[in-house]
């Protein structure tokens, strides 16, 4: 009587007890053990090709050890976004926190078995996958130290998914930056891949640009001689309007309420901010992925949606793979809570139609020239121009109704080379289009852009990375002012690269509402 009691009691309480919710992290099954590769690996062009349109699982794998940022990676996420359309995921992985500080350096297993789970899932719903290092700071600020160990870690790496389909790629760090420098992400990652080729001899390996990742230092990128590389640039441009709001970005509370409207100007301003790297693939042969962009949920939503069409279709235009950043955070195309998509931002990213390429028109303008002397008929008068840092070393000359910044010597920032026309009056709120010629000796970027000067601040209102060739274009740029002031201020920055710089007409005016 009393065992039947006990029984009872046991199926009472399994109807009763609460639903089972999942712990905090990333759950993962029993090992996918990969099916073995049939014949050699595609060519690289062949598997960004297979990569096409895709989306960042952010915010999960790459948070710091034993904190969450509120994602954790289900199976069922593999498999809607296959049911979306997408054809491919990059998964952002911080190994360095999981891996021993001194020799050997071993990875830890059971966080090797959580990336095995998101790989095997990935695979078995048929997406193609990349795997990185991603936001490994100690490289960052000390890369001669964790030198070694970088390379220790993509030892155990690359082993461990020697036996993988072509379809898993590696990228081999995330946005290099601050301490390593253009130069030395040269020497790294031609050791890393090196140390890659010797255990996956012909998988398909991303190399980034150094910098922060974004296309305007791709022309000092040097490659390793391989058949294998997809060149992967970051795009979040323009900035004051996808990382407005952004809580770890300095001064982006004041950016709030910046829209894209899609305007010719704005489109154009894309489309010129992308020349270098199209440039640059051209000229090397090497197929594109655009690894993460995105704009960021306090933007308000019709424009994220033009945005992110507008960028999806172009990079498609330009024979460029993507991946949106992110999957359900605060970029996110997805609510995990609520587990619904939005759907604004799904339409944009794999049903926007083509016709958003078309550019338009130039917007009208309005009002007196703003810009003092701007076809430099009077020599440099109104203009004030230097080079702020002793490392840097540039020439500058008005001749022939022209301006010349002939930079000898560059650097990792654009301010120390500057071209600037101070006291401009701007009036909170209103729209100004800055239009320049420019010209170049050599392929090469620059940055133009309208701020203003604000005690000891030096609020950017709207600017553009401009890619010059030897042929003589004209530039625009669209800002809105965010106080009104007599200070603003139109600035040409060419501290990253050398080269010669021509400068011709520039006007700045009030565009009409």
Not at 19 to 40: H, L, T
Not at 230 to 258: C, D, K, M
Not at 313 to 328: A, N, P, T
Not at 334 to 341: A, I, M, N, T
Request: aromatic share 14%; charged share 20%; proline share 6%.
């Amino acid at each position: 009587m009393k065992k039947r009691r006990f029984l009872l009691f046991l199926l009472l309480l399994f109807f009763f007890l609460p639903a089972y919710e999942q712990p905090p992290v990333n759950s993962f099954s029993s090992p996918w053990v990969p099916p073995p590769q049939a014949g050699p690996s595609r060519p690289a062009v062949e598997i960004n090709r297979s990569l096409g349109r895709g989306i960042n699982l952010g915010n999960a794998l790459e948070a710091p050890k034993g904190i969450s940022w509120g994602v954790y990676l289900q199976e069922e996420y593999f498999t809607l976004i296959k049911e979306k359309g997408f054809s491919s995921v990059r998964i952002p992985i911080r190994w360095s926190d999981y891996a021993l500080t001194k020799p050997p350096y071993t990875i830890d297993e059971k966080f090797f078995a959580k990336v095995d789970w998101a790989i095997g899932e990935a695979l078995k719903n048929g997406l193609h996958v990349i795997i990185n290092f991603h936001h490994y700071e100690e490289l960052f600020k000390y890369p001669h130290k964790e030198w070694g160990r970088f390379l220790a870690m993509w030892t155990q790496v690359a082993k461990r998914y020697k036996d993988y389909p072509d379809a898993l790629v590696f990228e081999i760090l995330n946005e290099p930056h601050d301490q390593l420098t253009a130069e030395l992400w040269n020497k790294l990652l031609a050791e890393a891949l090196a140390v890659i080729r010797k255990t996956n001899p012909d998988r398909a390996v991303m190399i980034g640009t150094a910098e922060w990742g974004g296309p305007s230092s791709v022309s000092k990128l040097v490659l390793p001689d391989d058949d294998h590389l997809i060149l992967t640039v970051h795009f979040y441009n323009p900035f004051q309007f996808t990382h407005q709001g952004a809580e770890w970005t300095a001064g982006s509370r004041a950016w709030l309420g910046t829209t894209w409207e899609g305007s010719y100007v704005e489109k154009q301003m894309i489309r010129n901010e992308l020349e270098p790297v199209l440039w640059y693939s051209r000229e090397h042969n090497i197929p594109v992925n655009i690894g993460e962009f995105g704009a960021y949920s306090k933007a308000d939503m019709d424009s994220r949606a033009r945005w992110t069409a507008f960028c999806a279709r172009l990079f498609e235009e330009l024979g460029f793979s993507w991946h949106y950043w992110e999957f359900c955070s605060g970029f996110g195309i997805y609510d995990p809570r609520k587990k619904v998509f939005h759907t604004e931002l799904v339409d944009a990213l794999i049903s926007g139609d083509i016709s958003i390429l078309d550019p338009g028109d130039l917007p009208a303008v309005i009002g007196e020239e703003m810009v003092i002397n701007g076809d430099f008929s009077a020599g440099s008068i109104g203009w004030h121009y230097g080079v702020w840092q002793n490392s840097y070393r540039a020439f500058f000359k008005a001749v022939n109704k022209e301006f010349i910044v002939d930079v000898q010597t560059a650097g990792d920032e654009e301010w120390p080379v500057q071209l600037i026309q101070d006291g401009v009056l701007l009036q909170e709120g209103r729209r100004y289009l800055l239009s320049f010629e420019a010209w170049s000796d050599r392929p090469r970027s620059f940055s133009a852009g309208i701020g203003a000067v604000v005690g000891s601040d030096y609020p950017i209102y709207g600017s553009a990375s401009v890619f010059v060739t030897p042929e003589k274009r004209e530039f625009h740029v669209l800002a809105t002012a965010g106080k009104t002031l007599r200070t603003g201020r139109v600035v040409f920055s060419f501290g990253k690269e050398t080269g010669r710089v021509y400068l011709s007409n520039v006007s700045l005016k009030r565009v009409m509402e």
